[in-house]
């Protein structure tokens, strides 16, 4: 009786199961974030409520415990949880359940033998969710929510060794805002922050999951596309030219509209770092904004080799 009332009290959800994981008992907790009342699942297959517990690795873990009477832990890194309840943390909604840490031990008797399976389960959402914070500040961009300079050349790096090894094409845009210093100079800084975070989601919308947008600095973006060639590259360029060209931009009553410049290049023999692909892009970048803006460029014209040229005669 006494335990009873212990093992209600606590903040960790508490589940005991018998050598043939009926439930033997479900604490208070248990109970509060399931839905499930203990009278209902006292007694009954664990399996007949978790389905999805009904697994090798859960059986392996259960079997280990009451074999060889082991301790186990299951990681939210690894496992995320091992009960889908719905997460209470009100910091962030990126997580569907409540991230969970658990362990799972032996309970033995006078005699020394395991009877039961004992398994705490605790909410460690809100940890979860601050770790993620972290990463995310390494990595993104505080301004725009793209990802930042040092994680374009980690993943431009990988893209790079993984084209090598497959044979793949790998192809990189890099664009700027046209006379976004005449936006901030005219409208203000915060109107030109707008006009960055709202330029860098349009763009999200029309590229794939699996490309990789960045902010080079300043107004300057980069674009990773893995597996697509020049040629489909020049198409997503101009899709994103013509849509930011076509888009109203409005912050706090003013409204204005902005058009980039695109430089598109592919990898090819000898561009196998990033330097290299990142030089070669901003070389079409600059041949696009020298030949009027509001255009894409492809590397490797005659245009780019004599702006190339110019830039070095300067």
Same mark, same amino acid.
């Given at each position: #009786?006494?335990?009873?009332?212990?093992?209600?009290?606590? /903040?960790?959800?508490?589940?005991?199961? %018998?050598?043939?994981?009926?439930?033997?008992?479900?604490?208070?907790? #248990?109970?509060?974030?399931?839905?499930?009342?203990?009278?209902?699942?006292?007694?009954?297959?664990?399996? %007949?409520?978790?389905?999805?517990?009904?697994?090798?690795?859960?059986?392996?873990?259960?079997?280990? !415990?009451?074999?060889?009477?082991?301790?186990?832990?299951?990681?939210?890194?690894?496992?995320?949880?091992?009960?889908?309840?719905?997460?209470?943390?009100?910091?962030?909604?990126?997580?569907? *359940?409540?991230?969970?840490?658990?362990?799972?031990?032996?309970?033995?008797?006078?005699?020394?033998?395991?009877?039961?399976?004992?398994?705490?389960?605790?909410?460690?959402?809100?940890?979860?969710?601050?770790?993620?914070?972290?990463?995310?500040?390494?990595? @993104?961009?505080?301004?725009?929510?793209?990802?930042?300079?040092? *994680?374009?050349?980690?993943?431009?790096?990988?893209?790079?060794?993984?084209?090598?090894?497959?044979?793949?094409?790998?192809?990189?845009?890099? *664009?700027?805002?046209?006379?976004? @210093?005449?936006?901030?100079?005219?409208?203000?800084?915060? *109107?030109?922050?707008?006009?960055?975070?709202?330029?860098?989601?349009?763009?999200?919308?029309?590229?794939?999951?699996?490309?990789?947008?960045?902010?080079?600095?300043?107004?300057?973006?980069?674009?990773?596309?893995?597996?697509?060639?020049?040629?489909?590259?020049?198409?997503?360029?101009?899709?994103?030219?013509?849509? !930011?060209?076509?888009?109203?931009?409005?912050?706090?009553?003013? /409204?204005?509209?902005?058009?980039?410049?695109?430089?598109?290049?592919?990898?090819? /023999?000898? #561009?196998?770092?990033?330097?290299?692909?990142?030089?070669?892009? /901003?070389?079409?970048?600059?041949?696009?904004?020298?030949?009027?803006?509001?255009? !894409?460029?492809?590397?490797?014209?005659?245009?780019?080799?004599?702006?190339?040229?110019?830039?070095?005669?300067?």
């Amino acid at each position: #009786m006494i335990f009873s009332q212990v093992f209600d009290i606590l /903040d960790t959800g508490i589940v005991i199961l %018998d050598r043939d994981l009926k439930v033997f008992r479900w604490n208070y907790w #248990m109970e509060r974030h399931s839905g499930i009342a203990a009278d209902r699942i006292i007694g009954q297959s664990l399996f %007949d409520f978790f389905p999805d517990l009904d697994n090798p690795r859960f059986f392996r873990s259960c079997r280990c !415990v009451v074999g060889l009477g082991n301790l186990y832990f299951f990681s939210q890194k690894l496992h995320r949880y091992l009960f889908p309840f719905k997460p209470v943390s009100t910091l962030d909604k990126r997580f569907p *359940f409540m991230q969970q840490s658990c362990n799972m031990g032996p309970i033995r008797d006078e005699n020394g033998e395991i009877t039961y399976i004992c398994i705490t389960v605790q909410d460690v959402t809100d940890i979860a969710v601050y770790e993620q914070r972290l990463i995310e500040m390494n990595m @993104k961009d505080g301004l725009t929510g793209t990802y930042n300079r040092r *994680f374009l050349n980690i993943r431009l790096r990988e893209e790079i060794n993984r084209a090598l090894r497959y044979g793949n094409p790998l192809s990189l845009i890099m *664009f700027d805002l046209d006379h976004f @210093k005449a936006v901030n100079d005219i409208h203000g800084h915060p *109107f030109g922050d707008h006009i960055l975070q709202a330029v860098t989601v349009l763009i999200g919308t029309l590229i794939r999951n699996s490309d990789i947008l960045a902010r080079y600095g300043g107004e300057e973006f980069c674009c990773i596309l893995p597996e697509t060639n020049l040629d489909q590259a020049r198409v997503i360029a101009e899709r994103c030219r013509r849509t !930011v060209e076509e888009s109203m931009f409005r912050f706090q009553g003013i /409204d204005a509209r902005i058009t980039i410049s695109l430089g598109i290049t592919q990898m090819v /023999d000898g #561009m196998d770092t990033p330097e290299k692909l990142i030089d070669r892009a /901003d070389q079409a970048l600059y041949t696009a904004k020298r030949g009027g803006r509001n255009r !894409v460029a492809p590397s490797g014209t005659l245009e780019e080799k004599q702006d190339t040229d110019d830039k070095m005669q300067v």
